[in-house]
DNA sequence: TGAACATATGAACATTTGTTCAAACGATTA
DNA sequence: TAATCGTTTGAACAAATGTTCATATGTTCA
C-alpha cells in the first residue's frame, strides 16, 4: 500500500482513454447542464403538469385551475410562480382575478415526445 | 354560518363555471399525468442529463461515465438504474464491462427542445 | 482456487421539494 | 372606509431525492 497510498481508495479507472477525452471534449458545459435540468425539473411534477396542460387547452384564473385540479389554491399559487419564473406561464391581470396562460410553444412539443415515450415502453 | 359549515373555509370557488367544466372534460387521466411527472422527474437532475448527452456522443462502460462526469462509480450507477428503468438507456454486457446506450430516439428531441427554450429565455 | 476488477445495491444522511396554514396584499364593492 | 374577494407569500413540516460508504455480485485471470 506504500507507493499507492493517494489512489488506495479509488475504485474505479478509466478504462477507455480514448472515449473518455473524445466525450469530454463534446460534453455540455456544466453550467448548462445544470440549467436545463432545472427546466426539466420543471416538468417533474404532476401539479405543474396539470397546470401546464390545462392551460394548453383555455387561458384560466388561479381559482379555477385549482378546481380544475382539485389542488388547494394556495398550492397552485406556488406552483405558477415556479412556472413563471421559468418563463413558462404568463399571465394578466383583469380586476382582482388574475389570468394565466402558457408563454412558450415548446411546452406542447415536449409534452408530446414525453408522452410518445411512456406510451411506447408499456 | 349555518348551512355553510361544510364549505366554510373553502377560500376559492369557481369563477368560471363553462371553462372549469370544459377544460375539467378535456383533462387527461391524473395517472397519465403522474406517468408524465415521473418520466420528465429523469431529466431533471444533471447527473443523468450528463449521462445522457455523453451517452448521445457514444457508447461507455460505467467507469468511463464516470470519470467523464466526475462522479463517483456507485452515484453514477444508481442513476443508470433510474434511467434503465425509465427506459432510456440500454447495456450490454462484455467480460465485466458493461456498456451503456442510448435506448430511445425521443431523448435527443426532448433535450434539444429544452435547449431552445432555455436559449431564449435568457 | 483466490485475487483483482467492474458493477450493483442497501442503508444512512443531508438536501431539496411540495403542501398546508396563516397572514399579507391589491382591487372591488357596499 | 370597511368588508370582501382573488391572489401571493413566508414559515413549518413531512416526504422524496441524490450522494456516500460499505459491502455484495459476477467475471476474468493468474
Redesign the interface.
Known amino acids: 500500500m506504500s507507493k499507492h497510498d493517494d489512489i488506495e481508495n479509488i475504485?474505479?479507472?478509466?478504462?477507455?482513454r480514448d472515449?473518455?477525452d473524445?466525450?469530454?471534449d463534446?460534453?455540455?458545459e456544466?453550467e448548462?447542464?445544470?440549467?436545463?435540468?432545472?427546466?426539466?425539473?420543471?416538468?417533474?411534477?404532476?401539479t405543474?403538469?396539470?397546470i401546464l396542460?390545462?392551460l394548453s387547452?383555455?387561458e384560466?384564473?388561479?381559482?379555477?385551475i385549482?378546481?380544475?385540479l382539485g389542488t388547494?389554491?394556495?398550492a397552485v399559487s406556488h406552483q405558477l410562480k415556479i412556472l413563471r419564473q421559468?418563463?413558462l406561464v404568463k399571465y394578466r391581470r383583469e380586476g382582482r382575478?388574475i389570468y394565466y396562460s402558457h408563454d412558450?410553444e415548446?411546452i406542447t412539443?415536449?409534452?408530446r415526445?414525453?408522452?410518445?415515450?411512456?406510451n411506447?415502453?408499456k
Open positions: 475504485k474505479c479507472n478509466v478504462i477507455h472515449v473518455v473524445s466525450v469530454s463534446k460534453m455540455m456544466p448548462k447542464m445544470e440549467e436545463l435540468a432545472e427546466f426539466f425539473k420543471v416538468f417533474g411534477d404532476s405543474r403538469l396539470k396542460y390545462a387547452i383555455s384560466m384564473c388561479v381559482c379555477d385549482a378546481a380544475v388547494s389554491q394556495s421559468m418563463r382575478v412558450d415548446h412539443e415536449i409534452f415526445k414525453g408522452l410518445e415515450h411512456i411506447e415502453i
